[in-house]
């Protein structure tokens, strides 16, 4: 049983053991020499702490608002392709765990089922994230059905023009494609800043873009009047050789200010993670991996249990940081530190050695 699990890496381990080889592959691994999943590790490696003493930290609240929405903690599940590799429930287990929980689901276009039957699982919010596998007369007919659905946001996602080589699954012989509705990346392709503000401009819902990298990306889309931007490297899947999210972050806080909130995934596996995207500026972060091995490790479940344990790791941090709430954290509560550890998938916990050891 999920209750059953005292920590993460428990949790992770859960879903080695169910995975076969190839939907793993897919899930741990990054493209090519996986250089930018490791830069996303190692950002976080090399931030400390700077705590506060003698401070009352008797009452600690985790929680926060986003786009309105009450967040239990700053954590969303994050938009994942083929989660029926993961639970054959796929995104209605994930929708599920978001609603027990208390936190936004992300719904991504290339999962299964249906964006109506994910919607229909639970009352609780979603937002709704897109790939463009169409022309304009197919992305409006998508933007209403997920209005339709009830969908309380609308993402897209900006950092996948080009389908990047993800050589795990690759050796494997697996392809996520066969296990889900066809794709045609093509349209992917042809998106433009100009398309993005025809999309804002027909689905008058709360708009993200997924896949910021710059703070000159972070400008323009302020300047087409994105709710949202979400610094992202598609967790070092799509190009290889880039940056950290955590060393985007403050470049892109800077130019983006209080003209929208910001978004950060990409290595996030602790929940001290989460409190420095916080500190350094972020609003909420998303999971991605640990959302999946949760999945793959207990369904709904295994999900809840992810973010129970991330809640728990938050609240002790923050108590020996001297901090009560999330709006109390600033860069003065973080500095550069030295990194302890070769940076992986898996360095955030001391049991567990690069995935190609297990």
Request: with cysteine.
């Amino acid at each position: 049983m999920s209750s059953d699990f005292v920590t993460n890496e428990e949790i992770v381990q859960s879903a080695r053991r169910r995975l076969a080889q190839g939907p793993w592959d897919y899930l741990a691994g990054a493209s090519e020499s996986e250089t930018t999943m490791r830069r996303n590790r190692l950002a976080f490696d090399r931030l400390a702490f700077r705590p506060r003493v003698l401070a009352d930290v008797s009452s600690i609240d985790c929680s926060t608002t986003f786009l309105g929405h009450n967040l239990r903690i700053p954590v969303m599940l994050a938009p994942i392709g083929g989660l029926q590799n993961f639970d054959p429930e796929g995104g209605v287990a994930v929708a599920r765990a978001a609603g027990d929980f208390g936190t936004l689901h992300v719904v991504s276009s290339a999962t299964m089922p249906t964006l109506e039957e994910t919607a229909a699982a639970t009352e609780s919010p979603k937002i709704y994230q897109l790939y463009i596998r169409g022309d304009w007369e197919w992305i409006k007919d998508m933007i209403d059905r997920e209005k339709q659905a009830g969908y309380q946001g609308f993402c897209i996602t900006v950092d996948s023009a080009v389908y990047s080589r993800r050589e795990r699954p690759m050796i494997s012989r697996w392809s996520i494609d066969s296990t889900r509705n066809p794709q045609n990346r093509e349209w992917q392709a042809t998106v433009t800043w100009d398309g993005i503000t025809r999309m804002k401009e027909y689905a008058k819902q709360p708009f993200m873009l997924k896949g910021i990298a710059t703070a000159e990306d972070a400008k323009l889309a302020v300047e087409h009047g994105v709710d949202v931007i979400w610094v992202s490297n598609h967790g070092g899947r799509q190009l290889d050789h880039g940056i950290a999210t955590m060393d985007m972050l403050s470049e892109i806080t800077e130019v983006v200010g209080d003209k929208a909130a910001i978004v950060l995934d990409g290595g996030i596996l602790r929940g001290s993670d989460v409190l420095k995207a916080l500190a350094m500026g972020a609003k909420a972060v998303a999971i991605g991996k640990l959302q999946g091995w949760g999945l793959a490790a207990d369904g709904t479940d295994g999900v809840v249990r992810v973010l129970e344990i991330l809640e728990e790791e938050m609240r002790v941090a923050m108590g020996l940081m001297g901090v009560t709430s999330i709006g109390q954290l600033t860069e003065s509560h973080v500095c550069p530190a030295e990194a302890t550890t070769p940076a992986h998938e898996m360095s955030s916990w001391v049991n567990m050695p690069g995935e190609r050891l297990l």
